[in-house]
């Protein structure tokens, strides 16, 4: 029995049901991947061009001696600032231009908070300047001028010259690890260099300090030793002080 042919016309019906479902899967991909497409375009501007997650609060934590209005005008930060594209470094750099920061650490927190945490400086001592004073916090930094002398706070005494940013820093750190007590105490602290530092007390006594070397130790025998009647003191070794 011979088979009837299939007609031109019976294949091509044929082909044509295969590819319309295929057409329609390729459209519905391009579809997608469009829309897949505008999201993410869209997402990004509302991240990072839009003021939807912009900059609208400022925390402020730390301050004490400078005010929370200083260090918003110090960090110029424009409102509605996306926070992706906040440049947190130049932030921080600016609020540490403020002469009583030492030290700023700013953060964003989504949807539309920076936090700006500073660290005050802290006066340990002060240096003469002509007819007034600079206050030093305990790195040796010289940040604000004042017109007389605090009487809470020894005079350092150091010399001029390539070696006074070194003595000058480590008669600092001998003053920071004073209490604000014994601090009080000291009428003046003064080095030749980094390895002599001497403390002379408002009562006339004094105290060979030696290099800033084991400084908390030489700071916590001190007060004991103050209560003994005699004149001079060594705590050059913390571990073997004397006086006389």
Known sequence: MTQAPTSVRDRTAGDDNGEQPRHRSRLILVLVAVLVLLLAMAATWVVAFSSVLGARTITIRGVHAVSA??????????????????????????????????????????????????????????????SHYELVDKTGDQYRQADSRPKQLPLFV????????????????????LTGALRAEVASIQALDSQAITLLLTDGRVVRWGSAARSADKARILPALLRLPDQQFDVTDPQRPFSR
């Not at 609020?95 to 927190?109: C, D, K, L, N």
């Not at 006074?164 to 003053?175: C, I, K, M, Q």
């Open 69 to 130: 209005a200083q260090v918003r005008a110090a960090a110029k930060i424009v409102p509605g600032t996306p926070l992706v594209r906040l440049d947190t470094a130049a932030v921080q750099r600016r609020v540490e231009g403020i002469a009583e920061i030492g030290a700023a650490q700013v953060s964003t927190s989504f949807p539309s908070t920076v936090v700006i945490v500073v660290t005050e400086r802290v006066a340990v001592g002060v240096v003469r300047s002509g």
């Open 158 to 177: 150091v010399p001029n010259g390539t070696d006074a940013r070194t003595t000058g820093g480590a008669v600092a750190r001998v003053a920071a690890t």
